[in-house]
């Protein structure tokens, strides 16, 4: 006789007390890798250091010295400090938000401690642990399995190999080659993909081969995202041109008599300020950020690359159990063959007295529901297992029948547990005058396996028609519906048994849509983005969720028999099928990933939802792969870019919202930084044009670059979502981010700072101003202005007198800041000498705050200017509409 894993967990040893776990954690310490070691402080402080644009301006202060301009050279010391200063608590912010996420999912495992099986955080599990593995987990340490039934292990992290491995429980090979040909040893990190097994810990977190990896190779450095690679070379080609401009000045004020040693400085003071060489750090932090307000909205992200693909998101393919339904099935109805429904659960107000004949055809059914059952109840009265068994032991336990005293009388031989692929689970067991089977599971997958039915007056011929009408009848109420069969066995095998069986009837449940469902599926499509429901019930029970959520149910609802026609018949057939609905119902894992690389062919950016085994080529697949941290399986997650931590649909809308403020930010910083660093360079050409003298001095330049950009452009990376973005349609993937509306406001801002701030300076000059004092207004004014340019930032489309003045009060105090650090540095002696900057009157500085407030004035023509062109486009588009 073939025990089975309940079975084994009831035999099996006790496995550790709480007080003997405790006590070996505390000696050999939690069950982690090590962890890679993060760079101190001090180190994180040198790299400020590693760049180009650094190493020019230390040979600067080495040309300066040179010279016997001390002050400017120790000058120039000061600012890289203080950018490396900057650069540094940059750094260590992203390095705290990742920390911090990466401990926002913990990977929980099932042990037995005191006789019970028990869930317990994977960091807590100590050697001798008895670990018990099923479909979808992470093997938590090195385990050596002691009872395994069809265990599927993929091993392709520790060897490579991508087919998975059956393991065993006995292993005659005391030295194997490698560590992947073990048997009956299960690796910590690899992913059991079938089957179930138990097992002991022999190894926990440094001490498993998995951890004398992590221990002997230093961790590879993670792939650059793509939007910061395109920021990189976007950073480079803008670099390149500048420095071109640079050059072209150098040399001509060279040749116009300029001093070589001032020109020098000059030029490399122009090109700091002018190239956005801190656009890349900046981005990052934004990213960490994005990261950290979706971790509050109960999106976990497990890839930076996530944050920039999510609120591109066109299309999303969710699972319905569990993300649009709230994932607590309670058995609603039985329903016996020939029709016959009898109301049980809670919630029945008015429970029915059923005739002795129907009550013993019920006590059948619940009786194969529990046998043909992979959960467990603890002498506690605590229940671990499957939902849906869990439901049948409390509907059996409602009449009478207990589990334990029903496999006591008659023990299980064999068990064919679920996997989603058969549709169904399965058990033999010993009975006085031979063996019965029991089977559970879909509807139809159930009534292939049976020849005849239960009815009052006993078995009949099985109306497979009418069984299957009664059964979707219920289905269209919106009940998830699972079939129960028995008969006997011939012998111990189950697949050999699995026909002529007995149909006993069909037990509804109930897994209602989310309250807040409906209201997220709106919100998507106010994005423009479209939702489809992908599950694996029955057609009838989808189209019933898809009708009570707003999804679009009029078209055919797509079955997974559908998808295997469509599929004979060409690609141009499946790209049809799928893009004629929105609703897919019987779907197999497999099929999944066809629909979703269908909707990709069609144009889509698609993000799927997953959370078993089999979901994960689909997550693999999908632009942006969705787990769920709830019941998500440990493959799900680990397939997945982030991670919905309450497994609610509503969440992966809030994590769109959050990524299009993410990707808005970014913007706005780019904006920032392009415009005032043109504005420089316009400054610098047209002065040159006319022949004036250098406008503003290296010292000048650097504190420029120092006071407004190192602080402001930071701090538009917290800017707080401007209220429309999910009234939006999405982005194209491939939308390049200096596209014609940033071109156009990056040219008109730059132009005019540049231009009118030379104006000031041309009209003091010729109006008998000694160059000190009109560097000295110019530099003021720049300041003012590239401060106005960073109120203006702070949206594309909305007025900046619609938006609150405080949204982002770490803008609001990078702006004070500047200002106070700049008027303080006009009095304060020493540093007022190495800028050459002095107190400036109260006129001019009316005349000088006017003259910037005048760029508020220019961007918000231009957004007037755009909104306007854009509503007349879509006023067009949409009677060109009506006219088709």
Not at 211 to 234: M, N
Not at 300 to 309: C, D, G, Q, S
Not at 603 to 620: I, M
């Amino acid at each position: 006789m073939q025990t089975t894993q309940s079975d084994i967990v009831i035999a099996a040893p006790a496995g550790l007390s709480s007080v003997e776990a405790a006590e070996r954690l505390g000696r050999v310490g939690p069950n982690v890798l090590p962890r890679p070691r993060r760079p101190g402080l001090f180190l994180l402080f040198g790299r400020q250091f590693l760049s180009p644009l650094i190493y020019i301006l230390l040979a600067a202060a080495g040309v300066s010295l040179l010279l016997g301009e001390v002050t400017d050279a120790v000058f120039i010391f000061v600012v890289l400090i203080i950018n490396a200063a900057i650069g540094t608590v940059q750094e260590l912010s992203a390095q705290r938000a990742a920390d911090a996420l990466r401990d926002l999912v913990p990977t929980r495992s099932t042990v037995l401690r005191d006789g019970e099986r028990t869930v317990v955080d994977s960091a807590l599990i100590v050697p001798d642990d008895i670990v018990l593995l099923t479909s979808g987990d992470k093997v938590p340490a090195d385990v050596r399995l002691e009872y395994a039934r069809e265990l599927w292990i993929d091993e392709s992290l520790l060897t490579g190999e991508s087919a998975p491995v059956l393991k065993q429980s006995t292993d005659t090979r005391t030295t194997p080659a490698r560590e992947g040909d073990r048997t009956a040893i299960a690796l910590a990190g690899t992913m059991v993909t079938r089957g179930r097994a138990r097992g002991t810990v022999i190894a926990t977190g440094s001490g498993t081969e998995l951890g004398r990896i992590a221990r002997s190779v230093s961790e590879p450095r993670a792939a650059k995202p793509p939007l910061l690679q395109r920021i990189e070379r976007f950073t480079l080609r803008i670099s390149v041109a500048m420095l071109a401009f640079i050059a072209v000045l150098f040399v001509v004020a060279l040749l116009r008599g300029g001093d070589l040693g001032e020109m020098f400085l000059i030029a490399v003071a122009l090109a700091v300020a002018a190239i956005p060489e801190g656009l890349p750090a900046a981005i990052t932090v934004a990213l960490a950020i994005g990261m950290r307000r979706m971790a509050a909205r109960h999106v976990v992200i497990r890839k930076l690359l996530a944050v920039e693909t999510l609120g591109s998101c066109t299309f999303i393919a969710a699972d319905k159990t569990g993300t649009l339904t709230i994932n607590e099935l309670a058995a609603g109805v039985v329903q016996l063959p020939g029709g016959c429904e009898l109301p049980v659960g809670a919630d029945v107000a008015e429970p029915s007295s059923p005739s002795p004949a129907v009550l013993q055809q019920v006590k059948r059914l619940c009786l194969s529901g529990i046998m043909a059952n992979e959960s467990d109840i603890q002498q506690d009265g605590a229940i671990h297992g499957d939902p849906v068994d869990l439901q049948f032991h409390r509907l059996a336990a409602s009449f009478g029948i207990f589990r334990r005293e029903e496999v006591a009388r008659h023990p299980e031989l064999r068990r064919k547990p679920y996997e989603s692929e058969n549709g169904f689970c399965a058990s033999v067991h010993l009975v006085e005058n031979g063996r019965l089977i029991f089977a559970k599971g879909g509807v139809d997958k159930i009534l292939q396996m049976c020849t005849r039915m239960q009815t009052c007056s006993g078995d009949a011929a099985l109306d497979r028609d009418a069984a299957l009408r009664d059964a979707e009848r219920l289905a269209l109420s919106g009940y998830r519906i699972l079939g129960l069969a028995d008969g006997r066995a011939e012998s111990e095998s189950l697949d050999a048994n699995l026909h002529d069986l007995t149909f006993l009837g069909v037990v509804g449940m109930i897994d209602p849509p989310r309250s807040e469902a409906k209201e997220a599926v709106d919100a998507c499509r106010a994005a423009g983005i479209e939702v489809a429901m992908i599950t694996g019930d029955h057609p009838a029970t989808a189209r019933a969720i898809a009708e009570r959520i707003g999804l679009d149910s009029s078209d055919h609802v797509i079955t997974g028999a559908d998808i295997v026609r469509a599929e004979a018949e060409g690609l141009d057939t499946l790209d049809a099928l799928v893009g004629s609905g929105h609703v897919f119902a019987r779907i197999e894992p497999t099929q999944k990933r066809l629909v979703v690389e269908s909707l990709m062919r069609g144009g889509h950016f698609v993000a799927v939802t997953g959370d078993g085994v089999n979901d994960a080529p689909a997550l693999r697949h999908a632009h942006v792969g969705v787990a769920m941290g709830g019941r998500g399986t440990d493959v799900a997650r680990e397939s997945a870019d982030l991670i919905i931590t309450d497994d609610d649909f509503a969440s992966i809308v809030k994590g769109v919202h959050e990524g299009r403020v993410v990707y808005a930010n970014i913007r706005k910083v780019v904006f920032l930084l392009t415009a005032t660093g043109l504005a420089e360079i316009t400054l610098f050409i047209l002065s040159m044009v006319a022949g004036l003298p250098m406008p503003l001095l290296a010292a000048q330049l650097l504190w420029l670059n120092l006071v407004t950009n190192g602080v402001q452009d930071i701090a538009l990376a917290f800017e707080p979502a401007e209220g429309d973005e999910l009234n939006r349609p999405p982005r194209r993937p491939d939308e390049p981010i200096f596209d014609r509306l940033m071109v156009t406001r990056v040219l008109t801002g730059g132009i005019y700072m540049g231009g009118i701030a030379f104006a000031v300076f041309f009209w003091l000059i010729s109006h008998g101003w000694i160059e000190e004092q009109a560097r000295n207004l110019t530099l003021l004014l720049m300041v003012l202005l590239e401060n106005m340019q960073a109120l203006n930032a702070r949206s594309e489309t909305r007025s900046i007198f619609r938006q609150r003045l405080f949204g982002n009060p770490f803008l609001i105090a990078g702006i004070l800041a500047a200002q106070a650090i700049n008027i303080a540095a006009m009095y304060l002696p020493g540093l007022s000498d190495v800028l050459d900057m002095n107190p400036v009157a109260f006129p001019n500085w009316v005349a000088l705050i006017g003259l910037s407030v005048l760029l508020l004035a220019l961007d918000e023509v231009f957004r007037l200017f755009t909104t306007y062109r854009r509503s007349g486009r879509n006023a067009g588009v949409g009677t060109a509409r009506q006219l088709r």
